[in-house]
């Protein structure tokens, strides 16, 4: 982990958040690789899970949406975790993350723990200029209400027909009790995800289509399958509404914890929304007449955790004749940059002739340009950024108009005329994991 944070912030995928001023606990940037690895991945889900089906549609509802939906969905009252303080020490835990008995995990003062205390980890802000309890707000906890209380205006609009999912990308906020291992779980993060509505007599089948979607995702993203655990949510531990939940779990260098949610969860959220709001959710089965209102399987997955599960699967180090060499084995789809172009020398001929083959790669595969260092550290940065193609112009190259491309991970080279690099290229990344 502690290879992966420095990695991370030396070249430019995660930063510390605020740092000249200290920084901000548990707060993150990503940086000008981070945002381009976190939006190929977000542009990867939505091609996969919105665009390439028929069955789904996108949404993009507020942050801050009418209190009433977070009444209605229950996170007002009981969107709690238990919250214990040491008496000593005055170190604030969740109850149920506990090992030790009442033992305090910071200073480990023994019985020093305060009785657990039910904790609201929503977000709370004042809407307009008076700060009273009228003006409260909440930011989101999670993306998917929104599609729930959008429901009826997307099945009015589009007139799709069960089975159907609706998706959404967006920002979710919890108040944390317990942030921590870097951006596993932060107040602050993004969340994809997917309420699939569906005949309430076929959700056993549509749960196990869902969870064999995850499963192909996580091989796409080049996650390592053998960190990788299915846990049945035992009864007791689910929410009431729901017949089966699948935690989909990872090897963090920290224990193994929840990286996806798979939930099937009936018609709770549309039943409540339609209680509270007097507005009807029904569906209207044209075959049948039946109206009734759908049931829903939830898919969700967290973005930084993403990141996360495949910088650690992609890190890799390897011993090149003696000297350590440091890969990120990422998917091409998801590599910051697919290629980058390294001119030979500065001479003025070589980075003219450079610049435009970059300019012209760049328009469809990301393209970075380097100029600096010597090229055999600048193959190492490369490799250290998860690049999967370099493409190194030479002397001869101003005479024979042929550049080497060289492959990240075997480090072979081959020479190829310029007129043809763009579409070897694009068969080479066919294989890398694929095109974005
Ligand atoms: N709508 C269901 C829901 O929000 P969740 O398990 O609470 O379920 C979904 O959250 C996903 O969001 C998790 O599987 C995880 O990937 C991510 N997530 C949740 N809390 C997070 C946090 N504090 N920091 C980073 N990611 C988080």
Not at 155 to 184: C, D, H, W
Not at 308 to 330: F, N, Q
Request: with cysteine; aromatic share 10%.
């Amino acid at each position: 982990m502690e290879k992966i944070i420095n990695l991370a912030k030396n070249r430019g995928f995660i930063f510390p958040d605020s740092e000249i001023y200290g920084g901000w606990a548990n707060s993150w940037d990503f940086g000008p690789l981070g945002v381009e690895l976190k939006n190929n991945i977000k542009q990867a889900w939505w091609k996969r899970f919105v665009q390439g089906r028929l069955d789904m549609v996108g949404l993009e509802t507020a942050i801050i949406m009418n209190p009433k939906v977070w009444e209605a969905s229950g996170h007002v009252d009981e969107f709690t975790d238990p919250l214990v303080e040491c008496k000593k020490c005055h170190r604030r835990s969740r109850a149920d993350e506990l090992e030790k008995g009442n033992m305090c995990p910071d200073c480990g003062e023994k019985d020093s723990l305060t009785v657990p205390a039910n904790f609201n980890l929503l977000f709370k802000t004042f809407v307009g200029p008076k700060e009273n309890d009228a003006a409260v707000a909440y930011l989101r906890p999670e993306t998917a209400q929104g599609m729930f209380v959008d429901w009826p205006a997307v099945l009015a609009s589009t007139r799709k027909r069960l089975p159907f999912g609706i998706a959404q990308i967006g920002k979710a906020f919890r108040n944390e009790i317990t942030p921590g291992n870097y951006v596993f779980r932060t107040r602050e993060f993004e969340q994809m995800e997917i309420e699939y509505f569906i005949e309430p007599t076929n959700w056993e089948t549509e749960f196990d289509k869902w969870l064999n979607e995850m499963r192909n995702w996580l091989t796409y993203c080049g996650i390592d399958s053998k960190l990788v655990h299915e846990v049945e949510v035992a009864e007791e531990d689910r929410a009431f509404y729901s017949k089966r939940t699948v935690d989909i779990e990872l090897d963090w260098p920290f224990g193994q914890k929840e990286l996806y949610g798979l939930a099937y969860r009936g018609d709770w959220d549309l039943s409540m929304h339609a209680k509270q709001s007097g507005r009807e959710m029904n569906y209207a089965d044209t075959k049948t007449g039946q109206k009734f209102i759908p049931h829903v399987i939830e898919p969700t997955f967290g973005v930084e955790r993403t990141v996360l599960a495949m910088l650690l699967s992609a890190y890799r180090e390897e011993d090149v004749r003696g000297e350590k060499r440091v890969v990120l084995g990422l998917p091409a789809w998801a590599a910051p940059y697919q290629v980058a172009v390294l001119p030979l020398s500065s001479k003025p001929e070589l980075i003219e002739k450079s610049r435009r083959l970059a300019e012209s790669l760049t328009q469809n595969n990301h393209c970075d340009f380097d100029t600096t260092q010597s090229i055999g550290k600048r193959y190492r940065r490369q490799d250290e950024i998860g690049t999967p193609f370099c493409v190194t112009v030479d002397f001869d190259s101003l005479e024979d108009h042929a550049v080497t491309i060289r492959d990240r991970d075997t480090m072979q080279q081959e020479r190829v005329v310029m007129t043809r690099v763009e579409g070897v290229l694009r068969e080479r990344l066919k294989n890398k994991g694929g095109l974005k």
